[in-house]
């Protein structure tokens, strides 16, 4: 009985022991099917976390699109739609900036190409542990109104002389140093209508503005868009009333009339100062450096000489025995030869540094003005220059600022194929729908002449300056076609271009050689020199009216009123109708043209069949006489008709048409 109540405990412990092992199993199953739970939550929060990267081109279609992300086009049109864009086609081309958005809407990482740069230091917080720099002026104003001939009498040297015509050609850059020994840094920018955009960048890179004035002429067009620039740019402005010393001057009156332009000078209670001077004369010359001076020590104008070089191309030009040479103005940092240097799409190696006086100098400082060579292409005036550790990182720089250059293009060409397409789209859907007629539009070609030139000037800014001039010359009958531009020298390669393009070539302060002029002459093509800018723009004028063709105007010879309408029997069908006229005033001849009107309306226009007087055939006929006309293939002529003799002659045009 013992044995059988131990057997029974054994078999509970067991049965327990089962039952336990059990619920542990069933314990340790729910605990691995919570870690798994767990681990692919984590998982998919990695996921989040870490999206893909895709590598996004610089333009792609929307089905491609779909295919770089992995899902349908049905699916990222409807994304598309949500996000605003009407008709997403499978040929509609997304550009980066919108296939971006659209990747991180589906939890992507959009990769696009970034361009190699060299970056500004920027500017410090603060100054004044800084030195002072001179100064950099420019002297603005219209043309003609004496800004060259004053800069002339301020640095005592001649600066007029070799500019054609008195006028400043180009943008000079110089130091000034005063009896004081401070130095001033001018820029002077051709007054003439044509350089406008030099005048702009003359403005941006200045602290200080001086407008001339002449008190003889007032304030003109040239006067008003200096001022404008001024005023953008935000600098200190001095007015200069010029030519004081001639008869008929009146000071008084350009100040009354700056105000109209916004400009209080300090005479009118104003905080412009206004000097009267003569650079003729050189009269209150010392008042206006002065004037200068006071304003710069009031703006506290400094300098960093120090770090990577930063400056503004002033101007670009090519020099014989030099290469590709610029005129810079150091804006940060010391300047010396032997540094790399990149501007636009260009970069150097400093080989020469030279003042305005060309001499050989060692480095140049904050507001210098210095011409530099050593640049494997030209850059453009008005580039900002910035210094680069070596050539390589120059070379990195510039094929990026290319290639950034070709993606800018490439996002212009995308948009206008998108315009194109959905102008076709919608027209296919506008003919479906029964909106337009099926017949396509009628495109008008142009009927202009084309007068194709090549374009070589002395510097980049004279260039710029002709090619805006050329813009305004009128387009619809006669067309400036631009087919190439270029600075230097008259070459062999331009003539042939010219003579390939049947054009002519426009030379604005180049020489061309005589191995060039031969090849010229040979191959007939021409070559017009020209040294001052509206001698330029006239001539060529000239020559736009030479080749339209000449005006048509009609000269009235005499008229005559038909009296009495008689039939006259022929061999043919038709009896033949003579009209029988006076001759009211003139004389009308058989030869020429011959109008019939009749209540103010032309109803005949063509030359006479037969000319009588009585029986006899005549040539012509004068005031008072009466004739017999018959018309060439006209015989309905009726009493009470007038009849013009007229001529139609041609003369050259001599204006061009701007309507």
């Not at 086009?73 to 997403?88: D, I, R, T």
């Not at 043309?143 to 002389?161: E, F, I």
């Not at 403005?203 to 002449?214: F, G, K, S, W, Y």
């Not at 009308?588 to 209540?599: A, C, L, Q």
Request: with cysteine; hydrophobic share 40%; aromatic share 6%.
């Amino acid at each position: 009985m013992h044995k059988k109540r131990n057997k029974r405990e054994d078999e509970r412990s067991a049965k327990t022991a089962k039952l336990d092992k059990k619920h542990l199993s069933d314990k340790d199953k729910k605990s691995a099917s919570s870690k798994d739970f767990a681990s692919k939550k984590e998982r998919e929060k990695k996921k989040v976390i870490e999206p893909k990267d895709i590598l996004l081109p610089d333009g792609i279609t929307v089905v491609n699109m779909g295919s770089l992300l992995g899902i349908s086009f049905e699916k990222l049109a409807s994304k598309m739609n949500g996000l605003g864009f009407e008709y997403p086609t499978p040929d509609f081309v997304l550009n980066t900036d919108v296939s971006s958005l659209i990747a991180l809407e589906f939890g992507m990482n959009p990769i696009i190409r970034q361009a190699s740069a060299v970056e500004t230091k920027p500017p410090p917080e603060d100054w004044t542990s800084y030195p002072f720099r001179p100064p950099v002026v420019t002297i603005m104003g219209h043309v003609d109104h004496g800004k060259t001939t004053l800069l002339d009498t301020l640095r005592k040297t001649s600066v007029a002389a070799g500019e054609a015509g008195g006028i400043t050609q180009h943008i000079g850059a110089f130091f000034v140093t005063l009896p004081s020994g401070k130095k001033i840094t001018f820029l002077d920018t051709p007054g003439h209508a044509a350089f406008s955009a030099m005048r702009e960048r003359g403005a941006r890179v200045t602290d200080i503005v001086v407008l001339v004035v002449a008190a003889d002429d007032g304030v003109m067009p040239q006067t008003i868009e200096a001022l404008k620039f001024a005023q953008e740019a935000g600098v200190q402005i001095v007015v200069a009333v010029n030519k004081c010393d001639k008869h008929g001057a009146t000071p008084s009156k350009v100040k009354e009339n700056l105000i109209r332009y916004g400009l209080l000078v300090e005479d009118y209670g104003g905080e412009v100062p206004a000097v009267e001077v003569s650079g003729l004369t050189g009269l209150g010359l010392d008042q206006l450096e002065e004037t200068i001076v006071a304003v710069s020590e009031m703006a506290d104008i400094r300098g960093d000489a120090t770090g990577p070089v930063e400056a503004t191309v002033i101007e670009s030009r090519v020099v014989k025995g030099k290469g590709n040479v610029t005129t810079m103005l150091v804006t940060r940092g010391t300047l010396k030869s032997g540094q790399i240097l990149v501007a636009g799409t260009s970069w150097c190696k400093v080989r020469t540094l030279t003042d305005e006086r060309g001499k050989a100098i060692k480095e140049a400082g904050p507001s210098s003005p210095v011409e530099i060579s050593g640049w494997k292409e030209l850059p453009d005036a008005g580039d900002f220059a910035l210094e680069a550790e070596n050539e390589n990182q120059a070379k990195e720089v510039i094929a990026s600022r290319i290639e950034d250059k070709k993606r800018q293009d490439s996002m212009k060409s995308i948009e206008e194929m998108n315009a194109i397409r959905l102008k076709a789209r919608a027209m296919d859907q506008a003919k479906a729908s029964g909106q337009v007629d099926n017949e396509a539009p009628v495109v008008e070609e142009s009927t202009a002449i084309p007068f194709p030139i090549v374009l070589k000037t002395d510097v980049h800014g004279s260039s710029e300056a002709l090619e805006g001039a050329l813009e305004g010359f009128p387009k619809h009958e006669i067309r400036i076609d631009i087919i190439s531009t270029g600075v230097g020298q008259v070459t062999d390669s331009d003539v042939e271009l010219a003579y390939a393009a049947n054009a002519r070539i426009i030379a604005f302060n180049v020489p061309a050689d005589k191995k060039v002029m031969t090849l010229a002459q040979k191959r007939k093509v021409p070559i017009d020199s020209y040294n001052i800018i509206y001698k330029l723009m006239d001539d060529l004028q000239e020559k736009l009216l030479d080749t339209l063709p000449k005006e048509e105007f009609t000269i009235v010879l005499g008229e005559a009123d038909v009296l009495q309408m008689f039939e006259l029997n022929t061999k043919s069908k038709e009896p033949e109708r003579i009209a029988g006229c006076r001759i009211m005033s003139g004389k009308v001849v058989r030869n020429e043209t011959i109008r019939v009107i009749r209540e103010e309306q032309v109803v005949f226009e063509g030359k006479l069949k037969a000319f009588k007087h009585h029986k006899k055939d005549i040539m012509e006929a004068s005031k008072g006489l009466e004739c017999g006309m018959a018309f060439d293939g006209f015989n309905e002529a009726l009493a009470g008709d007038r009849v013009v003799c007229f001529r139609i002659d041609k003369k050259r045009r001599t204006k061009l048409n701007y309507q």
